[in-house]
């Protein structure tokens, strides 16, 4: 900055802002984030007016930080997609990935949904539909490195193999045709979605929930929560929705533990902690996904036994017996059992 100044040069102005942007947001606290954004703020608005796609000395991680925190702030926010969208750049692990230009979106949770430069791709006619069916097959194959021939198993099953192949060839050219050659990469015979152009709900979803859950480090519970609501943001619903393709099940069973696994960890963290009413609107959820889930029942019923909410908690576990009588025809466990007995205990009158 100080030689920017020597010399009058915008660009190593926007060089050293962004750099210094990015130094203060990393401090910590909100006086340094305030400042931070103050000092983002400025780069970008110099870099915008010069229209600056490059810095002295690139440093992509630093600037896709930057862009970042501009994203969530609502700071220079068209310019902020420029920089991203015309440099590659990725995303930080903590940033809000939906804000982010990628080139190519992918939804699945709930739904399926193809974006391309800020909008929806209509897959309308059978050639397209079959372009989208390849696309759900290959991200429910995990998107990378998939072979050719458990694509065709997939999508053509019982065809003859150079049939298959012959198809296969087609509806790859019309995929590309929809979601750009770039987007879809094929070598040695497998087929990945570009991570530089794609971003995949899935993708997003599968490395926050693996980073917390396999962590070395105890997590306090707000980043637990914190790391929750990211994941919450994004699973909307079953992978794929409704879709009943065999080749979506295994991905839809393994996305759906990772998910009941994230809440009974967040629960758990916020309860340890007494962050009660936190926890049981976790539990909530964990029912929500699974209702024949029976320990998230039993979290709830915890929850509210410490709080000595007992008529509540026995409406939980009157709804946990209702749903097992009706479902699987069976009775709650032994735990829940106590749990109800416990819950249905006289307390001690509390003194005026």
Same mark, same amino acid.
């Given at each position: 900055?100080?030689?920017?100044?020597?010399?009058?040069?915008?660009?190593?102005?926007?060089?050293?802002?962004?750099?210094?942007? %990015? @130094?203060?947001? +990393?401090?910590?606290?909100?006086?340094?984030?305030?400042?931070?954004?103050?000092?983002?703020?400025? =780069?970008?608005?110099?870099?915008?007016?010069?229209?600056?796609?490059?810095?002295?000395?690139?440093?992509?991680?630093?600037?896709?930080?930057?862009?970042?925190?501009? !994203?969530?702030? %609502?700071?220079?926010?068209? *310019?902020?997609?420029?920089?991203?969208?015309?440099?590659?750049?990725?995303?930080?692990? %903590?940033?809000?990935?939906?804000?982010?230009?990628?080139?190519?979106?992918?939804?699945?949770?709930?739904?399926?949904?193809?974006? $391309?430069?800020?909008?929806?791709?209509?897959?309308?006619?059978?050639?397209?539909?079959? +372009?989208?069916?390849? @696309?759900?097959?290959?991200?429910?194959?995990?998107?990378?490195?998939?072979?050719?021939?458990?694509?065709?198993?997939?999508?053509?099953?019982?065809?003859?193999?150079?049939?298959?192949?012959?198809?296969?060839?087609?509806?790859?050219?019309?995929?590309?045709?929809?979601?750009?050659?770039?987007?879809?990469?094929?070598?040695?015979?497998?087929?990945?979605? %570009?991570?530089?152009?794609?971003?995949?709900?899935?993708?997003?979803?599968?490395?926050?929930?693996?980073?917390?859950?396999?962590?070395?480090?105890? !997590?306090?519970?707000?980043?637990?929560?914190?790391?929750?609501?990211?994941?919450?943001?994004? *699973?909307?619903?079953?992978?794929?929705?409704?879709?009943?393709?065999? *080749?979506?099940?295994?991905?839809?069973?393994?996305?759906?533990?990772?998910?009941? $696994?994230?809440? =009974?960890?967040? +629960? +758990?963290?916020?309860?340890?902690?007494?962050?009660?009413?936190?926890? @049981?609107?976790? *539990?909530? $959820?964990?029912?929500?996904?699974?209702?024949?889930?029976?320990?998230?029942?039993?979290?709830?019923?915890?929850?509210?036994?410490?709080?000595?909410?007992?008529?509540?908690?026995?409406?939980?576990?009157?709804?946990?017996?209702?749903?097992?009588?009706?479902?699987?025809?069976?009775?709650?466990?032994?735990?829940?059992?106590?749990?109800?007995?416990?819950?249905?205990?006289? $307390?001690?009158?509390?003194?005026?």
């Amino acid at each position: 900055l100080k030689v920017a100044r020597q010399l009058d040069s915008p660009i190593m102005a926007f060089s050293g802002l962004l750099l210094q942007a %990015d @130094l203060e947001l +990393a401090g910590g606290g909100a006086a340094a984030e305030e400042q931070g954004l103050k000092t983002l703020a400025g =780069a970008l608005s110099l870099g915008r007016a010069h229209g600056y796609r490059n810095t002295v000395v690139w440093y992509p991680a630093a600037v896709a930080r930057c862009c970042a925190h501009a !994203l969530a702030h %609502d700071i220079e926010t068209d *310019y902020a997609k420029f920089l991203g969208r015309e440099r590659g750049l990725r995303p930080p692990a %903590d940033s809000n990935l939906d804000a982010w230009p990628w080139a190519v979106r992918i939804h699945t949770f709930g739904r399926f949904e193809l974006v $391309r430069e800020g909008k929806a791709v209509r897959f309308e006619g059978r050639t397209q539909k079959r +372009a989208l069916d390849l @696309l759900r097959a290959l991200v429910a194959f995990g998107g990378r490195g998939v072979s050719e021939q458990r694509l065709c198993d997939a999508l053509w099953p019982g065809a003859e193999a150079d049939h298959a192949r012959v198809s296969l060839k087609t509806t790859l050219h019309r995929l590309r045709a929809l979601v750009g050659h770039e987007s879809i990469v094929l070598r040695e015979s497998k087929l990945s979605l %570009d991570p530089e152009a794609c971003g995949v709900d899935v993708w997003d979803f599968e490395r926050i929930a693996n980073g917390m859950l396999e962590s070395r480090v105890e !997590l306090p519970a707000a980043e637990r929560a914190r790391l929750g609501e990211r994941l919450y943001g994004l *699973y909307r619903g079953p992978f794929l929705g409704d879709d009943g393709d065999a *080749y979506a099940l295994p991905m839809r069973e393994r996305l759906r533990s990772a998910w009941m $696994r994230a809440i =009974a960890f967040v +629960a +758990a963290g916020l309860r340890r902690e007494g962050a009660s009413d936190e926890a @049981l609107a976790w *539990y909530e $959820r964990g029912v929500a996904v699974e209702p024949l889930a029976e320990p998230f029942y039993q979290g709830a019923m915890r929850v509210l036994l410490a709080q000595q909410r007992s008529a509540e908690g026995l409406a939980v576990y009157r709804r946990l017996r209702a749903t097992l009588a009706s479902q699987l025809q069976i009775a709650p466990s032994p735990e829940s059992e106590a749990l109800a007995t416990a819950l249905r205990a006289p $307390r001690p009158a509390r003194l005026a």
